[in-house]
């Protein structure tokens, strides 16, 4: 296998690494040539994408012996074996890891121009390069996403000598590699062009991934709404947080279910909010699950305890000053949209009007026969998976449904234009079945 240049080796890989969608991913490229691969693979999985900046730290009369790796914020890592069998002093330790702390600042400063380093605790971290050749950088790479809390390594490279991706074994949870030839040379010699990615490439890259989501537009200045408060929800044993907004004159309040990874602070459902709210659309977005609960990655995807959860707010919703009598809607995003469905279908609420997007309908199961709110699922065109997986959950349903596909668009929206035409999809169905629709 040859690849014309590092982005088609990154589209390739990408495919590999396609059943890690929709889970809560950082996608880490190894500078400098590893971030054009790992960009391809972060647009692929609709994650976000960061470099990991290490250094090795060398034995001083052999430098490409590592005796341990520093990474960011302080993350040192050493290998005590090779630290006795070298005899190394602590001076001598302390010299190198100077030196090396010292580029590894200036790298990361350069990279990211200002931005903050993605947190990759409790989280899947795909580190990338565009190969390996002796997997000392991929091994350090490694031990330091794991010493910053990944909850779950994956090494994601094109091509690698076997005896390197031998040892890697033991430092990633798994590996995936694309091209693994019997006699490997140089990691160029799989690469039609290969040319040295610069700095400047790295930057750009890096600063189109973290483009922020499209502003609502500009609107003349409106009524103060009835409420725009932070609220607590008690949900059982816990107390979840929330902010609820309520305009002049609502026609109605949608409740938001954020999808794995996300909260009520998501730029993306902010959005969508704020567009519903300028429609006359009270809204609420709350967090399922209360940080101690975010950190055990099996409650992300409980959809029972986030549907159970779902349906103690929205009953908690209709006994609020200036929400009570007011038709309810769910937005789901994600494993929040399968929450929002299962609790659609709870006899305990009684739900207007449904909307999914991008999301995980399927995971609703038996639920969904149960649903008789009208339901809309907006799909990303390019979000194969989720596509295909939307239209079965769509048979399923005995409801009014609709399935819309938003041409252009992958599983999270980033493309330009996508975003505000889901959000204008569902600021039109709620706008036109929730008011049709009275709870007093």
Not at 127 to 154: E, M, P, S, Y
Request: aromatic share 4%; hydrophobic share 45%; net charge neutral.
């Amino acid at each position: 296998m040859i690849f014309e240049d590092r982005a088609d080796a990154g589209r390739r890989l990408a495919r590999q690494l396609a059943t890690l969608r929709g889970d809560d991913v950082v996608v880490l490229g190894l500078p400098r040539g590893g971030v054009p691969v790992a960009f391809e693979v972060a647009r692929q999985l609709n994650a976000p994408l960061d470099v990991l900046v290490v250094r090795k730290l060398g034995v001083p009369y052999q430098p490409e012996l590592a005796f341990g790796a520093l990474g960011e914020d302080g993350v040192r890592v050493t290998n005590p074996t090779v630290v006795v069998r070298a005899k190394l002093s602590g001076a001598e330790m302390a010299q190198v890891e100077q030196r090396e702390r010292a580029e590894l600042d200036r790298r990361a400063v350069r990279f990211r121009a200002g931005r903050s380093r993605i947190p990759l605790r409790g989280r899947t971290a795909v580190i990338v390069d565009d190969g390996v050749a002796t997997g000392a950088t991929a091994r350090a790479a490694c031990q330091v996403a794991r010493a910053q809390g990944a909850a779950r390594v994956v090494l994601a490279v094109p091509v690698a000598s076997r005896e390197a991706l031998h040892q890697l074994a033991r430092d990633a949870d798994e590996v995936i590699c694309l091209e693994q030839p019997r006699f490997f040379y140089a990691v160029g010699q799989w690469y039609h062009r290969f040319g040295q990615t610069t700095d400047d490439e790295v930057v750009e890259l890096l600063g189109h991934a973290a483009a922020p989501p499209p502003q609502p537009p500009p609107v003349a200045a409106a009524d103060p709404p009835l409420r725009d408060d932070e609220v607590r929800v008690r949900a059982g044993k816990v107390e979840l947080a929330g902010h609820l907004t309520i305009p002049e004159n609502p026609v109605g309040v949608v409740v938001f279910a954020h999808g794995s990874g996300s909260s009520r602070h998501s730029p993306r459902n902010r959005y969508v909010a704020e567009v519903l709210q300028r429609a006359g659309l009270g809204t609420l977005l709350f967090d399922l699950l209360t940080t101690a609960e975010e950190a055990d990655r099996a409650n992300v995807f409980d959809i029972g305890l986030l549907a159970r959860r779902l349906v103690e707010v929205t009953v908690w919703l209709t006994g609020q000053e200036h929400a009570r009598g007011l038709p309810i809607g769910y937005f789901g995003a994600s494993t929040g949209a399968a929450a929002a469905l299962s609790a659609a279908a709870d006899p305990r609420v009684h739900v207007a009007a449904v909307v999914s997007r991008g999301g995980r309908p399927d995971l609703a199961g038996a639920a969904l026969a149960g649903v008789r709110a009208p339901t809309l699922l907006i799909v990303g065109g390019r979000d194969y998976l989720v596509l295909d997986l939307n239209r079965q959950a769509a048979k399923a349903m005995s409801c009014e449904t609709a399935l819309v596909e938003v041409p252009g668009a992958t599983h999270l929206f980033e493309e330009p234009g996508t975003l505000r035409k889901a959000a204008e999809l569902a600021r039109d169905w709620f706008t036109t079945r929730l008011p049709a629709v009275s709870t007093s």
